[in-house]
């Protein structure tokens, strides 16, 4: 009998809008894992795009929640954290870590708090700190350009960078613990945009970028960082997974084009599902 995978991913429900669990979920279980959740919000809306959202607070559910499944034994093969909501959230989830990470489990952060250059509205300097703190519990972080920027408390540089600048930037951010960096939103010409990627044990570089399509199209880094975990969880190398993400993201990207949807609601993930499967179906075990 094969065993299958099990995940926990560690982010909010925003009930409306594409983005953290209503992506994470449905991406991972599509892909075959037995996908596990721990809830750290409900919002009405999520919170880039639409006003007068509503916010309820589930920090104090977390704990008891994870000392039911200590009692079970429950085990995982990743653990998954995106959008978290206090400083109080971040010390759970890196107790979470602590108490679940065994051997054969890997931990991927996303340390969702900011892009183009600034954080979002709930996020404050206090809880860039902690984002940092929680990415030394990491085994791989997901950062776009503006969080890695915020994590090693450098100025944002926009676009004006070259790959040297990045390979510096991907090895500066491993010292904050992780041995494995995905940087996204990464471009080296002009019209692409992808990934680059860096690990720490084997001293590789990588990069992938496909034509880049113009706009913010709100929920992508989920999509990425769900498509990733899942190529990981395959056994794909850092290199293989990053591409494979890129790829996934993009397709999804071209298919809310092509429908013309309002960007706030998210992206197409679920049209390109039997993309991703295929192209998850092709890593060599
Ligand atoms: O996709 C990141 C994200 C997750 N959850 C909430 C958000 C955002 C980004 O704005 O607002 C509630």
């Given at each position: 009998?094969?065993?299958?995978?099990?995940?926990?991913?560690?982010?909010?429900?925003?009930?409306?809008?594409?983005?953290?669990?209503?992506?994470?979920?449905?991406?991972?279980?599509?892909?075959?894992?037995?996908?596990?959740?721990?809830?750290?919000?409900?919002?009405?809306?999520?919170?880039?795009?639409?006003?007068?959202?509503?916010?309820?607070?589930?920090?104090?559910?977390?704990?008891?929640?994870?000392?039911?499944?200590?009692s079970?034994?429950?085990?995982?093969?990743?653990?998954?954290?995106?959008?978290?909501?206090?400083?109080?959230?971040?010390?759970?989830?890196?107790?979470?870590?602590?108490?679940?990470?065994?051997?054969?489990?890997?931990?991927l952060?996303?340390?969702?708090?900011?892009?183009?250059?600034?954080?979002?509205?709930?996020?404050?300097?206090?809880?860039?700190?902690?984002?940092?703190?929680?990415?030394?519990?990491?085994?791989?972080?997901?950062?776009?350009?503006?969080?890695?920027a915020?994590?090693?408390?450098?100025?944002?540089?926009?676009?004006?960078?070259?790959?040297?600048?990045?390979?510096?930037?991907?090895?500066?951010?491993?010292?904050?613990?992780?041995?494995?960096i995905?940087?996204?939103?990464?471009?080296?010409?002009?019209?692409?945009?992808?990934?680059?990627?860096?690990?720490?044990?084997?001293?590789?570089?990588?990069?992938?970028?496909?034509?880049?399509?113009?706009?913010?199209?709100?929920?992508?880094?989920?999509?990425?960082?769900?498509?990733l975990?899942?190529?990981?969880?395959r056994?794909?190398?850092?290199?293989?997974?990053?591409?494979?993400?890129?790829?996934?993201?993009?397709?999804?990207?071209?298919?809310?084009?092509?429908?013309?949807?309002?960007?706030?609601?998210?992206?197409?993930?679920?049209?390109?599902?039997?993309?991703?499967?295929?192209?998850?179906?092709?890593?060599?075990?």
């Open positions: 009998m094969t065993k299958q995978k099990r995940v926990m991913a560690i982010h909010d429900i925003s009930c409306i809008g594409r983005c953290s669990l209503t992506v994470a979920l449905p991406i991972i279980s599509a892909a075959g894992f037995d996908c596990g959740v721990l809830p750290t919000a409900v919002l009405s809306t999520h919170t880039g795009g639409f006003t007068g959202y509503t916010y309820r607070d589930l920090t104090s559910d977390m704990q008891p929640t994870m000392d039911h499944w200590q079970l034994g429950i085990k995982f093969d990743a653990m998954y954290s995106g959008f978290l909501g206090s400083i109080d959230q971040i010390d759970i989830v890196i107790g979470l870590f602590d108490n679940f990470k065994e051997q054969d489990c890997f931990v952060v996303d340390p969702v708090m900011a892009d183009n250059g600034k954080l979002y509205a709930v996020y404050t300097t206090e809880m860039v700190k902690g984002m940092a703190r929680l990415c030394a519990s990491a085994d791989i972080i997901v950062p776009n350009l503006t969080e890695a915020f994590l090693i408390g450098e100025q944002y540089v926009g676009d004006k960078y070259d790959e040297s600048y990045i390979h510096d930037l991907l090895i500066r951010l491993t010292k904050l613990g992780p041995g494995q995905v940087l996204t939103g990464v471009s080296y010409e002009p019209g692409q945009l992808g990934a680059a990627c860096y690990d720490n044990l084997t001293g590789k570089f990588g990069y992938y970028a496909l034509e880049q399509i113009d706009g913010y199209f709100h929920g992508t880094g989920d999509v990425f960082g769900s498509a975990l899942c190529a990981l969880l056994g794909a190398n850092l290199e293989e997974a990053t591409r494979l993400a890129v790829c996934y993201t993009h397709k999804c990207i071209i298919l809310t084009l092509d429908a013309d949807t309002e960007r706030r609601y998210g992206v197409r993930f679920e049209k390109a599902l039997p993309d991703l499967i295929n192209m998850l179906d092709e890593i060599e075990q």
